[in-house]
């Protein structure tokens, strides 16, 4: 299922000061993108702010629920930083759909490069009522 947010900040093509990300998806349903952030994106100097990675997170996450068909909204973000990132690296973004219920769906996530994880995350997500 492929849908257009043209606003939204972390994908939407129309958003102004948008990161105008791109998603694919593989088989398993896994959402990927990547990402090199500027240091306009810090928090501490050369430090990418944490607010902006769980962003991240919460938005793979999303676009692996929004393409499993679904429609949800999250309603609790748990995030675990582990390493800190500096501007201008290339960052890579993973999340999929680990539990899934009627109405609930249960995701993880992470941020990475070919060292490891800087932050990685679990969700719960609640699907929209008709």
């Not at 999303?62 to 973000?77: D, E, M, P, R």
């Not at 609930?104 to 995350?121: H, L, N, P, Q, W």
């Amino acid at each position: 299922m492929t849908q257009s947010y043209d606003n939204c900040f972390v994908c939407g093509a129309a958003n102004p000061i948008g990161l105008k990300l791109v998603f694919r998806y593989d088989e398993s349903g896994h959402a990927h993108s990547e990402v090199i952030l500027a240091e306009h994106f810090e928090g501490y100097p050369q430090v990418i702010h944490g607010g902006i990675l769980s962003t991240l997170l919460d938005e793979v996450m999303a676009k692996a629920v929004i393409h499993s068909g679904k429609i949800a909204f999250t309603a609790k973000l748990q995030v675990s930083y582990r390493r800190p990132v500096k501007p201008d690296v290339k960052l890579r973004l993973e999340g999929w759909i680990t539990e899934a219920k009627s109405r609930t769906i249960k995701t993880a996530a992470r941020v990475y490069d070919s060292e490891g994880s800087f932050a990685e995350a679990e969700a719960v997500f609640i699907v929209a009522k008709s």
